[in-house]
C-alpha cells in the first residue's frame, strides 16, 4: 500500500504558493493562474511565469512560508499509522521543493518522501523545473506520472488531494480521499471517494480498507 498526498491545501490549509506570489510576486501573477486553469498553458508554465516575478530569497520567501502557513490537523497520526501498517507515504506535488521540505523539517517530518518541482534561486529570479520519475524533465502531468510508477511497481495506492488538478491522478488510484475541488471533481465523474477534512478521518477511513 502507498499513500500518495498532494501538499498545498491538503497537507497544508493554504496553497503556499499563492501565499508566497499575494506577498512577493511584482505583476499580476493571478493572469497566469486565469491562463493554467482554463488548460491554455500547464502548471508547470505557469509555475515558470508566476515565480520569474519573484525577486526575493529563499530566506525571505520561508519565513512568510512558516508565519502564514498552517497545517492541516491528524498530520502526524496519520504518519505514525503509516509506519506502525508498513505503508509508504509518498508527498507528490505540484509545490515548490525548497518550502515543502522547510515546512516537514520545522514540525520534525523532515524525513518523509517528496517529489515536487524543483527550485532554483538565481539573481533576480526564482526558476522552477519538474522532474519525472524517469529523470525526464516534465511541463505537465507530474503527479500522474508518479501514480503510474507506484501502480507499475505493484503498489496499490490510495490518493489524498484537495485540488481540481489531482482528479487525474487521483482516477488512477485504487482508494480516493477527497476534499474541496477534488471531492466536487469526483462527484461529477461519479467516481467512488471518501471526503475528509483532516488527516484524522483518513486514518479512520484507512483502517476501514
Not at 3 to 16: A, L, R, S, Y
Request: some cysteine; hydrophobic content about 40%; overall charge negative.
Amino acid at each position: 500500500m502507498i499513500i500518495q498526498i498532494d501538499f498545498d491545501g491538503t497537507i497544508t490549509e493554504e496553497d503556499v504558493s499563492f501565499v508566497l506570489l499575494d506577498t512577493f510576486a511584482e505583476g499580476d501573477w493571478r493572469k497566469w493562474f486565469q491562463q493554467y486553469r482554463e488548460n491554455k498553458i500547464s502548471v508547470g508554465d505557469f509555475n515558470t511565469k508566476a515565480f520569474a516575478m519573484v525577486k526575493v530569497g529563499s530566506e525571505e520567501l520561508l519565513q512568510v512560508a512558516r508565519d502564514k502557513v498552517r497545517l492541516r490537523d491528524g498530520l502526524h497520526n496519520l504518519v505514525a499509522y503509516c509506519q506502525e501498517r508498513g505503508f509508504r507515504l509518498v508527498i507528490v506535488s505540484n509545490g515548490l521543493d525548497f518550502y515543502i521540505k522547510s515546512i516537514l523539517e520545522n514540525v520534525g517530518l523532515g524525513n518523509i518522501e517528496a517529489h515536487a518541482a524543483q527550485t532554483r534561486f538565481n539573481p533576480g529570479r526564482l526558476e522552477v523545473q519538474y522532474i519525472g520519475p524517469e529523470g525526464n524533465p516534465l511541463s505537465s502531468g507530474f503527479k500522474e506520472a508518479y501514480t503510474k510508477l507506484f501502480l507499475k511497481q505493484g503498489y496499490r495506492v490510495v490518493y489524498v488531494g484537495n485540488g481540481p488538478s489531482d482528479i487525474f491522478p487521483a482516477s488512477l488510484a485504487q482508494h480516493i480521499f477527497a476534499r474541496d475541488g477534488l471531492l466536487d471533481s469526483c462527484r461529477e465523474r461519479n467516481l467512488a471517494c471518501k471526503p475528509f477534512d483532516d488527516f484524522n478521518d483518513v486514518v479512520r477511513g484507512l483502517k476501514l480498507l
